[in-house]
C-alpha cells in the first residue's frame, strides 16, 4: 500500500505563504507507477474540492479557478514528492489540505476527480487569519 503523508501547514495571515510538502512512500511503491499526485482541500462544512494537481509524465499541472496564479506545485521525482507553494493567501483558502496518490493511469487527463486517487494523507490544517 502506498502511503501520501502530507506535512507544513499551519497559521498564517492574509497575504503570507505556505508550502505543503507530500511524500508518497510505502512498499508496494516499488512496483507501483505513479500517474499523477494531487491536492486536495476540504473546508468546515463543505465538500472537499480539487486546488491541484501534476501530472508525474511530462511534469503538467493543473490548478482549480480559485488558486490559480497564487498556488504553484512543484516536485522532487527522485523522492517521490510534491510541493504545494501557496502564496497571497486569504482566509477562504483556510481548510484541511490532503495529498492523493494517483496509480492508475486513469486519473489521466481527470486529476480532478477525487475518486480517481488510490491512496490518501491525513491532511494537514491551513489557516488564514484575516
Known amino acids: 500500500q502506498v502511503h501520501a503523508v502530507e506535512s507544513g501547514g499551519g497559521l498564517v495571515q492574509t497575504g503570507g505563504s505556505l508550502r505543503l510538502s507530500c511524500a508518497a512512500s510505502?512498499?508496494?511503491?516499488?512496483?507501483?507507477?505513479?500517474?499523477?499526485m494531487g491536492w486536495f482541500r476540504q473546508a468546515p462544512g463543505k465538500e472537499r474540492e480539487f486546488v491541484g494537481a501534476?501530472?508525474?509524465?511530462?511534469?503538467?499541472?493543473d490548478y482549480s479557478d480559485s488558486v490559480k496564479d497564487r498556488f504553484t506545485i512543484s516536485r522532487d521525482s527522485a523522492k517521490r514528492t510534491v510541493y504545494l507553494q501557496m502564496n497571497s493567501l486569504k482566509p477562504e483558502d483556510t481548510a484541511v489540505y490532503y495529498c492523493?496518490?494517483?496509480?492508475?493511469?486513469?486519473?489521466?487527463?481527470?486529476?480532478?476527480?477525487?475518486?480517481?486517487?488510490?491512496?490518501w494523507g491525513q491532511g494537514t490544517q491551513v489557516t488564514v487569519s484575516s
Open positions: 492523493a496518490h494517483g496509480a492508475d493511469p486513469r486519473v489521466l487527463g481527470f486529476v480532478d476527480q477525487a475518486w480517481r486517487y488510490d491512496s
Open positions: 510505502g512498499r508496494t511503491l516499488r512496483t507501483l507507477r505513479t500517474y499523477a
Open positions: 501534476l501530472t508525474w509524465i511530462g511534469g503538467r499541472t
